[in-house]
């Protein structure tokens, strides 16, 4: 365990840059043909804190009734409004910066942020993520939701190395700070 613990965003996307369609699917993902889990279990053991928005939570709440996916986790998810904690997570609506270089500070693994692009935006505006991972999928879905959301920041990014899963390619980015 280490202090120096960083903000990672682990992700996927189309090749045009969306994370879901317009009614927030992802079966786009599942009918592109990887190999063995994609990474994802390799890069979960590097984490003990997951980070997400209501919009995602709720999305993985109605995707997995009765089995939250990241039960053996500290989970945070960040919300407008005040919502009472759960056996699973802990909901948070201060202020982020603050928040999260407290868990920053922490002794832990990294902390993964897994969605949304709303929350991302945030994180990105706030200078608070460290590295990226984004796997790409050969799909163009023309429109829906966006990995990036429009807003008033600018990364300089570093290429730390790029794996190949069948038809998908995994990005690996330091963020420049």
């Given at each position: 365990?280490?202090?120096n613990r960083n903000v990672v965003l682990f992700i996927a996307s189309s090749l045009d840059g969306y994370i879901a369609t317009e009614d927030e699917s992802l079966?786009?993902?599942f009918n592109v043909e990887g190999e063995g889990d994609n990474g994802i279990s390799e890069f979960y053991d590097t984490v003990d804190t997951i980070l997400?928005?209501?919009?995602?939570?709720?999305?993985?709440i109605k995707e997995n009734p009765g089995e939250f996916p990241?039960?053996?986790k500290e989970c945070y998810v960040f919300s407008r409004s005040i919502i009472e904690n759960t056996e699973d997570v802990k909901f948070v609506n201060g202020n982020i910066n603050r928040f999260v270089n407290k868990l920053k500070s922490q002794e832990g693994k990294n902390i993964?942020?897994?969605g949304g692009g709303e929350l991302l935006l945030s994180?990105?505006?706030?200078m608070l993520v460290d590295e990226m991972i984004i796997t790409v999928a050969p799909t163009i879905?023309?429109?829906g939701i966006p990995l990036f959301r429009e807003g008033n920041q600018q990364l300089n990014l570093s290429l730390k190395g790029m794996r190949r899963f069948n038809q998908f390619a995994e990005l690996r980015y330091k963020v420049i700070k």
């Open positions: 365990m280490s202090k079966e786009w993902l997400m928005g209501k919009r995602t939570y709720d999305w993985i990241y039960k053996n993964w942020i897994v994180f990105i505006e706030e879905l023309g429109k």
